[in-house]
């Protein structure tokens, strides 16, 4: 297992955040995680990445608690992506990425020789080699992203959280970005956990699928388990289409507008 | 062996050099210039060991001018130092321990202190240093709610802190009627003219381990700015660190305040223009700041003791009058 999580809680002051959690992500997975706005997504993200730590309840990643683990031994083991966020400071795309190999450096970070190919490798496996040398505040949201993605890989992780990397992307970004993670996990062998808000993006491309509502698990399985639109409904409050997508063997959902509630019956 | 150097060392030594270079250039002219018409050739000679020997010259330069060029080059290195840490922690590049309002609170402390009857040491530095946590924790505590996080609420909540400082400092004045009053006044406004190697000495002892300190961490600092969730799972020790760092910078301003006052903006103009000159990363600004910021005050200073035609002026004036400008430029430069 690559994550088991098991009667986790995690309460804000004394309102309950995430309530008796339990389930496990496989090894080599591409693991997301959905649901409606304030439903815990992102807390269960930091709770998993070690930043907020839970009253009660176990956390096991690799088959070793939470606990045992140093920082850095977490920070080689893990890497976590966050929100999308402004860095004001005129860091280089290559000195962003090398600050991943500092779990695997002293105190000062001082990178070898080394580092700096793997920093390298990272960037070209994410399809920006040719930024390296640029500005991270002169790049488009796109690339920025990318590049801490590549931040992330340098890290050479086993486990990579993500947290809504594909918000505030173009269509075509969304889906490069979803390609590139399909990638990271054929070819490096790293299990993929992201948080999404594109239910579309997921049933495309995840190998397990988790619904969150108010902090509660209420699906848990392959897209065509946990996407029916009876389940979606239940979580969303909102009137669905879901059919099978043109492309493939996999779920598409359609949100369904207030005037279009006429043609719905008709189908 | 040479070939394998990491990058980062070469350029250290690199940028190091070149600002110990500029540093001891202010320190020549903070030595040569100033009231007395000795001029630069004596100076020369006299710091060489060589031509005619005049006792009086020796004393202008080693127990005057020394100490006092020394002083600024610890409270260049210091205040930049500090804007530096601020700047990194707040992730505001507008955030300096003057305008925060830091300095104002440690100002406060020192004038009680000194309104007691403390020695400057430990005295009026411990009181200072209460000083500025208190206004640091004031700061903290109104930029930690959700809502006033944003960058402008910030500078805004320490224009407000140092408003009320100013008011608190001019109350405290205003019930002083003895002699003390020209001396604090003049204290207040940066001054470096009063100090001997022994109170140089005892400032250099406190502040040179906070460099270190400050440096230690450089490289926690650059992974902090991506973030404090991501500089975790990068493996810093995100509380620990922004604690030190702030009770260390705290305790180097106000080390200084309680020597020379309040000279402001050192610490927005120094890591402003090294950042343009050497980049974002801080394991090369940390050093490039305590001696490009010590060799900023230096200059400052002598243009204090050179512009004036009789008598001098507080270093403080100089460093508002090129710090301010700048300031509101960088202000409307962030604000697109």
């Not at chain 1, 986790?8 to 995680?33: E, M, Q, R």
């Not at chain 1, 390298?120 to 640029?134: K, M, N, S």
């Not at chain 2, 100090?195 to 490289?219: E, H, K, R, T, Y």
């Amino acid at each position: 297992m690559a994550i088991d999580v098991k009667n986790l809680n995690y309460y804000y002051g004394d309102i309950p955040a995430l309530k008796d959690l339990s389930f496990s992500v496989t090894k080599g997975d591409f693991f997301i995680i959905i649901g409606p706005n304030g439903s815990g997504k992102t807390t269960l993200m930091k709770v998993m990445a070690g930043i907020l730590k839970p009253k009660n309840g176990r956390l096991k990643i690799l088959n070793r608690t939470l606990e045992n683990y140093t920082r850095k031994d977490l920070a080689q083991t893990m890497a976590f992506v966050p929100q999308m966020m402004r860095v004001d400071f005129p860091f280089s795309v290559i000195e962003v990425v090398l600050m991943g190999r500092s779990p695997y450096l002293g105190m000062l970070g001082v990178e070898q020789e080394k580092d700096l190919k793997i920093a390298e490798q990272a960037l070209t496996f994410t399809g920006v080699e040719h930024l390296a040398h640029r500005k991270l505040d002169q790049l488009s949201g796109g690339e920025q992203q990318r590049v801490f993605i590549a931040r992330a890989i340098c890290q050479e992780p086993e486990i990579i959280l993500l947290d809504e990397p594909t918000a505030s992307l173009d269509l075509a970004h969304q889906t490069r970005l979803m390609d590139l993670m399909e990638k990271l996990k054929k070819e490096k062998g790293i299990t993929v956990v992201m948080v999404s808000h594109d239910v579309n993006l997921a049933a495309m491309y995840c190998d397990r699928l988790l619904l969150l509502n108010q902090g509660e698990m209420m699906c848990l399985g392959h897209p065509d388990e946990v996407l029916t639109f009876q389940t979606l409904e239940a979580a969303y409050g909102c009137t669905l289409l879901v059919d099978e997508s043109p492309l493939g063997n996999f779920p598409r959902i359609t949100p369904v507008p207030h005037k279009y509630l006429d043609h719905l019956q008709k189908i | 062996m040479n070939t394998e150097k990491p990058v980062l060392i070469k350029r250290l030594w690199v940028v190091s050099f070149s600002l110990m270079l500029v540093l001891l250039t202010a320190m020549f002219l903070g030595l040569s210039l100033g009231s007395s018409q000795s001029g630069m050739k004596a100076v020369i000679q006299n710091l060489l060991g060589i031509g005619p020997h005049d006792p009086m010259l020796d004393t202008i330069i080693w127990k005057i001018r020394f100490p006092r060029i020394l002083l600024a080059t610890l409270v260049g290195g210091t205040l930049s130092l500090g804007g530096l840490v601020f700047q990194a922690l707040l992730k505001n590049p507008l955030a300096e321990p003057y305008i925060l309002g830091i300095s104002g609170g440690s100002a406060i402390g020192a004038i009680i202190g000194i309104l007691i009857g403390f020695a400057k040491f430990p005295g009026v530095s411990l009181t200072a240093f209460s000083g500025s946590i208190g206004t640091l924790l004031l700061i903290l505590v109104m930029s930690s709610g959700q809502t006033i996080l944003k960058k402008d609420a910030l500078l805004l909540s320490g224009v407000m802190v140092n408003a009320f400082c100013g008011a608190v400092i001019m109350f405290l004045l205003s019930l002083t009627q003895d002699a003390r009053l020209h001396n604090i006044i003049f204290w207040l406004m940066g001054d470096l003219s009063m100090v001997d190697m022994l109170q140089v000495g005892i400032l250099a002892a406190m502040l040179l381990p906070c460099f270190f300190l400050v440096f230690w961490f450089s490289n926690s600092m650059n992974l902090l700015l991506m973030g404090k969730e991501m500089a975790q799972t990068m493996g810093v020790n995100v509380k620990a660190v922004t604690v030190t760092l702030l009770v260390a910078t705290s305790f180097m301003v106000s080390a200084t305040v309680s020597y020379c006052g309040l000279v402001g903006f050192v610490g927005l103009v120094v890591p402003h223009l090294l950042r343009l000159l050497f980049g974002p990363d801080h394991r090369v600004l940390v050093p490039a700041c305590v001696l490009g910021g010590g060799a900023y005050l230096v200059f400052c200073d002598v243009l204090a003791r050179a512009l004036p035609e009789q008598g001098e002026m507080p270093a403080g004036v100089i460093t508002a009058m090129i710090g301010a400008p700048l300031f509101i430029y960088l202000l409307k430069r962030t604000r697109r």
